[in-house]
């Protein structure tokens, strides 16, 4: 690899019309401007491709150099700026001297523009022999007349003062350009000053400030975040200076620039754990949610707002009503964002005002013309629903408005209403009653077959007065309408006209669905779609499911005749003839659904199943012993109860254990505010000093975590027989990687050129390319390289060091270890219903089977290895997996930092010869999650 492509470029121009050296040196030597022009861009992207042509520059010196043609004039100085200004050896080639008078003319060229783009190409260029005759004339153009020039002019001088011998070149340079900063008028040349003081002279940049203070709410924009840089850096390196430093932050959150504002709320956020200044950032970020019209930077201010509610929770409770004024936005990211945050600060103090919010948007939802309204409607009634499990007192405000959407066009936000009156019936008895009535007043418009399911349970389980359960029945008569549900024996004539009209199921794919126990189950409906509104005014709404050939609404309906008849006889007090009348008429209902279920008019026939429950439901109304009494009268409503009683449990613990926080140690310091010395320090500095205290006391053992993990992470990329011995520390972000490769010189001489060259596979890319570096005997060096990452493919980083010794000009190579980025660093566990899972299982496309082959004779223990080498969540309660039975199914869940979905299902049994067989399922949308999860399952099934 040739030096040429090994230096930094600054320029890349794509390039695919190679032109001969020939054609552009004859028109270089002609009169006419344009063909100069597009000679001088071939020439320029012939040698950024890699092409030599040292013939074209004295051609150049002699034709284009005189130029007046200013675009010559550009491209005169981008040729310049990519053409090899040195030799092998590093020293500068002879003929460059030419140049350096043609410089010194367009440094002290009447026409400004000439002037400025002189100076901006001098900011490019690095060989001190170019540079040092030119330093007069840079420093006299710091005293032009125009801004533009003195801008530019500032800009070469903090460039040429960061060399390694820019001292020497520039001697007084801070001070000179302290004087510019005093004298100038124009906003981009002082932003030029301050940024070269803030890098080269801290001190003289912070007297600056200080002196300016009163000016500093009228300075631009661009030259106030130059001063919230010049803060970040300080406190950087004396943190014991941010107590001052944070005033000025709070005086520029008053600014008008929303950029400035959002840089003052960052900067206040890693500089204090101050509440005051948490609080302040807070409220910016806020106003900026509501102020800002781009859905990009709402998301980002969200995602502020999540890192802050991470770490100062009880802060952003204050505010909480500020963040939900997020929801007004139309995005439905933006509004799921929201909501998360929200549900995670209320309190007792705020659910009052939360839920008020959440029932105007719901209202808000009803209208026709409102964008993705059903979709909304379900986040928020899922918001509500978590409101109310929080605090049980709030159901009675919003349970009655949310049933008033039990006949959502929306099937999965119906469900998750019925869902949420399902589990208040049980944890809250008091309002068992009015819901009940309100229940039974909006269950003729409820559409969808799985919320009519979930409703006659309800009735089934909870109606326990005589009349409750009178009531009961007689809504769902009504619904059913008259019996035989088709006209006569043989008559199909009605069954066809109202089969047809109301759509039930959609049928889909018929791959095996996994149910809620992790078992499979053949599936041929995955999508329901509600009854039509034409079919619905003229059938009723049980009976039209019927009619579609939903028998597993049938098993349901007979199970709720039973309970009520035998809830009734169990109540007393109605008259045996009415008790009997009540169990004939239901076994007519029953008797009258299996008849139909032996019609061949209906879309889908009796599956077995639906059949045997309701021939159980007759025989126990026939012959209803106690022992049967018990189960369905009694032990239905214990298991869900329990059932309840688990969930609750389970997300306390989860909200215990992310609410953990690390305690100070028994020998820590104890700081006593009321004693702490005032040292005529303002309050917010003294709440800083306390706060940076008590959070270093606190954060001694996540430091000392976070430390580990780090080491965890370093990986050996040479040998320690190696010239060059290099490790890389890797950490990975959301969407790209970070190499930390700590390089040492174990030579006995000085490594020249010494460079990082990396390649990938799969979907990642290198950012930019490490540069060159010279070891001395012993050095050590870290280079930092940027990787990005697109999918959750696993992917491969490969490379080597290459490097030049002192003695012979060959270069040598050290070939590195492959680094493999495991896709365990892009998901994290996360949850989700089961209703949820069962859907995305039949919506997902990419499957990747897994047979079991492992050493573990433990289902149990197999599973939990399973768990903790996928990152993945069980969502299969810890109930449903007791017991030694020898089988084991459960589902697991998994979400990637870039939205997609990992499922799994884990289907194991213990063989007779002790070991475990069976298979563990992938699905995903994406083919590459669902292999490279596969390829790590595979790995490490066999056990630790």
Known sequence: MTSISERSCTLLVHYDKPASANEIKEALEGNDPQAKVLAMKKAVMAILNGEQLPQLFITIVRYVLPSEDHTVQKLLLLYLEAIEKTDAAGKLLPEMILICQNLRNNLQHPNEYIRGVTLRFLCRIKEEEILEPLVPSILANLEHRLAYVRRNAVLAVNSIYKLPKGELLLQDAPETIEKVLRLEQDVSTKRNAFNMLTNHAQDRAVRYLYENIEQLSSWGDILQMAVLELIRKVCRTTPGEKGRFIKIILALLQSSSTAVVYECAVTLTSLSHAPSAIRAAANCYCQLLVSQSDNNVKLIVLDRLQELKDKHREVLQDVIMDVLRALSSPNMDIRKKTLDISMDLITSRNIDEVVMVLKKEIVKTQNK?????????????????????????????????????????????????????????????????????????????????????????????????????????????????????????????????????????????????????????????????????????????????????????????????????????????????????????????????????????????????????????????????????????????????????????????????????????????????????????????????????????????????????????????????????????????????????????????????LCLELATMGDLKLVERPQNYTLAPGDTKIIRANIKVSSTETGVIFGNIVYEGTGYSERNVVVLNDIHIDIMDYISPASCADVQFRNMWAEFEWENKVAINTAITDVNGFLDHIVATTNMKCLTPVSSLDGECGYLAANLYAKSVFGEDALVNVSVEKQTDGKLAGYIRIRSKTQGIALSLGDKITLKQKGP
Request: charged share 25%.
């Open 369 to 753: 013309d409102f964008e993705r309204g059903g979709e909304y409607r379900q986040m928020l009634v899922q918001a509500i629903h978590g409101c109310a499990v929080k605090f049980p007192d709030v159901a009675a405000n919003v349970v009655h408005l949310l049933m008033d959407f039990l006949g959502d066009s929306n099937t999965a936000s119906a469900l998750d209403v019925i869902f949420f009156v399902r589990e208040i019936m049980e944890t809250n008895s008091r309002l068992r009653q009015s819901i009940l009535e309100r229940l039974r007043d909006s269950f003729y418009s409820v559409r969808s077959s799985r919320v009519c399911s979930c409703a006659l349970w309800i009735f089934g389980e909870y109606s326990s007065t005589v009349e409750e359960v009178q009531a009961a029945v007689d809504v769902i008569k009504q619904s059913l309408g008259p019996t035989p549900f088709l006209a006569k024996e043989g008559d199909e004539e009605e069954a066809p006209s109202a089969a047809t009209a109301p759509v039930a199921p959609v049928t889909g794919s018929k791959r095996p669905a996994v149910l809620a126990d992790g078992t499979y189950a053949t599936q041929t409906a995955v999508v329901e779609v509600p009854i039509s509104s034409s079919a619905s005014s003229t059938v009723p709404n049980l009976r039209s499911l019927l009619l579609g050939g939903d028998f597993f609404l049938g098993g349901v309906l007979s199970g709720t005749f039973t309970k009520l008849v035998l809830r009734l006889k169990q109540l007393g007090g109605v008259s045996g003839a009415a008790i009997n009348k009540f169990a004939a008429e239901a076994m007519l209902y029953i008797a009258s659904i299996l008849r139909l279920g032996d019609s061949t008019a209906l879309p889908c026939p009796l599956d077995d199943d639906s059949k045997e429950r309701m021939l159980i439901c007759l025989e126990v109304l026939v012959k209803p012993e106690a022992e049967l009494v018990k189960v369905w009268l009694e032990d239905c409503r214990q298991s869900f109860a329990a059932l309840t009683v688990e969930k609750q449990t389970r997300e306390a613990a989860e909200a215990k254990a992310n609410d953990h926080r690390a305690s100070s140690q028994a020998d820590d310091l104890i700081d006593f505010v009321q004693l702490k010395a005032r040292k005529g320090l303002s309050q917010i500095e003294i709440e800083d000093e306390v706060t940076s205290d008590l959070h270093r006391a606190m954060g001694l053992v996540e430091s000392a975590e976070a430390d580990a993990k780090r080491l965890n992470r370093v990986l050996q990329l040479t040998g320690f027989s190696d010239p060059v011995y290099a490790e890389a520390c890797v950490t990975v972000h959301q969407y790209d990687i970070v190499m930390d490769v700590t390089v040492a010189n174990r030579s006995g001489e000085t490594l020249q050129n």
